[in-house]
């Protein structure tokens, strides 16, 4: 079935720092979406993407979606404070269901 | 408006028991999914309903169903349950398929 790698599983960087999430799928999505988990929260959508080669932007985060549409990343530029939660991707094949990747915790050092 | 909502919020159950967890989608939403997730981990689709048809199901046992009302509330049944239930079980609703989903604070099921 499909599965959605993402990496790394973790990373503690200083504020300021830049961060970079990659998300890898199994299978061609027909979308990919990521969402924010703040600690004892509940996933918060972030964004979609729908189209081959898509680049996002929310202010200092980039979004982008790979060519083959099996591959995105989530880029932050000068972390803050914040920031800090788990990052996941959640891919969606050509039907329902939305598979989420283990997600990638950031914690962010002042 | 009145986002996701899920009742319990906390819930403690022994081996063998059954619980029923229960989600009201945003108005207007019409699929519901339910999630598990485990800690440190991310969340596992369990099913998907939309219009009260069930439209997917994930990799869980008979154990788990769930069911989605004329007002499109759900509930998710879990039967003799393990040890290992134990997880933040998530609802989402969506307006459409392929949409975003918007995640509700979720059910913290323990079981002793």
């Known amino acids: 079935g499909q599965q959605v790698m993402q990496i790394p599983q973790y990373q503690h960087v200083q504020e300021g720092e830049d961060f970079t999430t990659y998300c890898n799928s199994s299978t061609t999505l027909s979308n990919i979406q990521w969402y924010k988990q703040r600690p004892g929260g509940h996933p918060v959508f972030l964004i979609q993407?729908?189209?081959?080669?898509e680049v996002k932007k929310q202010k200092r985060l980039t979004f982008q979606f790979g060519e083959a549409k099996k591959n995105s990343s989530l880029h932050i530029t000068a972390t803050q404070t914040t920031d800090v939660g788990t990052y996941f991707c959640a891919g969606q094949e050509y039907g329902n269901k939305l598979v989420f990747g283990a997600g990638t915790i950031l914690r962010v050092k002042s | 408006d009145a986002g996701v909502t899920q009742s319990p919020t906390h819930l403690i159950k022994t081996r063998g028991q059954q619980v029923t967890l229960r989600c009201s989608p945003i108005s207007g939403h019409k699929s519901v999914s339910w999630y598990q997730q485990v800690l440190g981990q991310g969340p596992q689709f369990i099913f998907q309903?939309?219009?009260?048809?069930?439209?997917g199901r994930g990799n869980f046992p008979d154990r788990f169903s769930a069911r989605q009302f004329p007002n499109y509330s759900s509930e998710l049944n879990v039967n003799a349950l393990l040890l290992g239930d134990s997880a933040l079980y998530l609802c989402a609703s969506r307006i459409r398929d392929g949409a975003e989903a918007f995640f509700g604070q979720g059910t913290r099921l323990t079981v002793v």
């Open positions: 993407l729908v189209k081959s080669g």
């Open positions: 309903y939309y219009e009260k048809e069930e439209r």
